[in-house]
Structures are given as C-alpha cells and as structure tokens.
C-alpha cells in the first residue's frame, strides 16, 4: 500500500497542518512556527520595498535629467577671423541646429547661451544661471513646460523671464514680480569692464522636480541672452534631444559628422554617469544585504523543524511501523517547513507591495510623527521618497525567499526521514 501512495497525498498534508498547529503541550513548537513566519514575512517585505525604492529613485533620478537636461550638448571651437584667438561659440548656430535635427532619431536641437549671473529682488539675493533659449524650444522640455506644476504663463516667456521653483522661494518672488539680473562682465568702457544689469518681469515659474535644478536655473528669451551676456549673433552650444535617451552613444558619431571637425560633445550619460554607476554598486550591495536577512529569517525554519524532529520522534516511530516510507515522512516535515516559508513569503509580498502603492502616504504619516523634516530635497536632490514596483524585482524577492526556505527545510526533514523507528519507540 504504501508503493501505490502517491506523493503529498492527503494525509501528508493533514499530519503536517496537525503538526504545524500543535501547542507545545502537544509536542509542538507554535511559537517558533509563529517566529519564522514572521521573520521570512518581515525579510520579504524589506527586501521588496528596498528594491521598489531603489527602482523608484532611480527612474526619478534619469527622469528628471531627460526632462529638464539636454541628452547630448555639442559644443564647437571658434577662431575669431584675422585672429589665433579659439573661442568657445558656434557662429552658424541655427545652420547647425537644422543639420542635426536632420539626423534620423533626433527630435529637437536647440541653440543655447549660458551664463552665471546674480538674481535680485528687494534685499534678497541668489547665484544663478541662466539659459537663453528660443520660447518654442523651451515649449518642448517636458519638465520645465509642465502646465500641472508650473506657475504663470508659457507663452509669455519672449515678454520676460522664467525662473525655477527654487528660486522663486529664495528670493521671495512670483509672476509678475520684477527680477534684477547682474553680470560682472558687462559693457567694455575705457574704465574697463562694467558689471551689467537688467530687469525682467516674471512670466512663468517651473518646478523640474530636482532640487538643483529649481534652485539655480533660470531662462531667457535666446535674443535677450545674446545681448545681455555679450553674445552677439553666436550661441555657446546646442542643446540635442534624441527619441531614445538610452541609445544616445549611437547617434554621438552621425552628430560630431554633422558638426563639424572643430566639434565635441557631452552626454547625459557622461555627466551623470558616475552617479549610475554608483547606484548599481549600491543596488548589489543592498540586494546581498537583504538576501542576508532572508536567509537569517529562513534559519528559524530550521530551528523550529528541528524542535518539531525532536519532539515527535515517538510519532514518527509510530507512523514508520504503521507503513509510511522514509519518502512519506520527509515530505511531512518539507510540507512543515516550506509551507511556513511560503506563506510568510506571501504575506511578506503583499506588505511590500501595499508599502511601494501607498508610500506617500506612509511616508507623510511618518514625517508628521517626527514633527518634519524627514527628508530634506537639498540633501537628497529630489523632493519626495518615491518607489516604483516592478514585476522583476516581486520575482526576485519571490525567488529567492522560496529558495532558500524551501531549501533549508530539506535538511531537517531528511534527518526525520532517517530515523530509525526503533530508536524512535525505545524510550516510549
């Protein structure tokens, strides 16, 4: 009879739920049935809320360089005519933008002046810098011209001046009000240089959603930037966006063709990929730490199999001599183990999954408990904790939690399956 049982048949499951529930003074172990369950649940839980931050504040983080950032920037050498004199400008700037915006995969390329200058307004003061650029490119950075966040009118850029969230707050300012720009190198006098000043009114203010960027970016109509930083008739680069920011390295060489020999370029990947680079360090570093804490959480399986082993020797003498085979009895103590595993994985799941929906507000519960201040943007560069659940990283956390305590059940139940019943029944 016991060659024609099938494997985890019926009564397999029923004398492991028996066993699982059994109070210690049945020769059970419910209390370290109800510590494993709980430490692989709160390890599932961590590890999936780690990752689903980590997902998070890196799209957040690329998000915001793609939208408010230009994917490459081409710069060109000058050399002023009759001169040795190499400048840093590009002279045919709006011949240039058409060419790129040529190549296939490209979508805008936009001449642009910089410069650093100092905002004013009333008695407060703030170190910016500030983006010339034509009113119908700055319609097309999604993070600036975004109507949900924004202040003020877009179409009214060409009348004045739009300035970030950041400093709008520094200053103390809003649409409509007057901003005082000043530029150390102003109009050529035979004094020499004399700081140059301007006033503009407030048309619109934009929050990009990066602290650096609201706190120091400005724009400007590109002809009043020409005339206001000296730059008459030249641009200091092109702004390039591309339809596929991750695929951006292909198009550099068709760019630096279409720009000419004196050209060179910067990606986005050039200025921040040290920072990517950083974040994946950490997202290993991190996934090892918490795979760590899942399999201290799965060591307790062990444990209270162990205790369960022990205590029900006289039973497994019993059920051995009664006819269950060694393979039986095993997969009474797997279905134990892996079944506390399994279920602490789901409910471990289903916590990670409910933190990553509803972070913001947990995280505004949390911060209104510790009276404020929980996360400063100035430190962390963005304004809020985010989190972004992907079905690779519930695979993962999934994976490994079942591994492991599946795997570690195998131990101990195969020691119950060896036992010998003699043994088990002499001190019964």
Known sequence: MANRTAPFSAFEWMIAWRYIRARRAEGGVSVMTWISLVGVTLAVFALIATLAVRAGFRAEFIDTILGANAHVTVYQDSVIPNTDITRRVITDHEALAERLEAIPGVTRAAPLVRGQVMANAGNENAGVEVYGIAPEDLATIPRVADPETAMGDIGRFGEGIAIGSGVARELGVGVGDKLRIISPNGARTPMGQSP????????????????????????????????????????????????????????????????????????????????????????????????????????????GLIMLVKNKGGDIGILRTMGLTEGSVLRVFFICGAGIGTLGTIFGVVLGCAFAIWIDPIFSFVNYVAGGGVWDPSIRGIYALPAKLQLVDVLSAVSLSLALSWGVTYFPARRAARMNPVEALRYE
């Open 196 to 303: 140059r000043v301007s006033a503009y009114e407030i048309t619109y203010v934009f929050t990009a959603g990066r602290y650096d960027i609201d706190r120091t970016r400005a724009y400007l109509p590109l002809s009043e930037a020409q005339l206001f930083f000296n730059r008459d008739g030249v641009a200091d680069e092109i702004e390039v966006m591309v339809e596929d920011p991750d695929r951006v390295d292909e198009l550099v060489g068709e760019i630096l063709e279409a720009a000419g020999p004196t050209a060179f370029t910067w990606t986005w990947r050039d200025s921040a990929g040290s920072f990517l680079r950083a974040l994946d360090v950490e997202d290993n570093v991190m996934f090892v730490i918490l795979s760590i804490l899942v399999l201290i959480a799965s060591m307790n399986i062990i444990s």
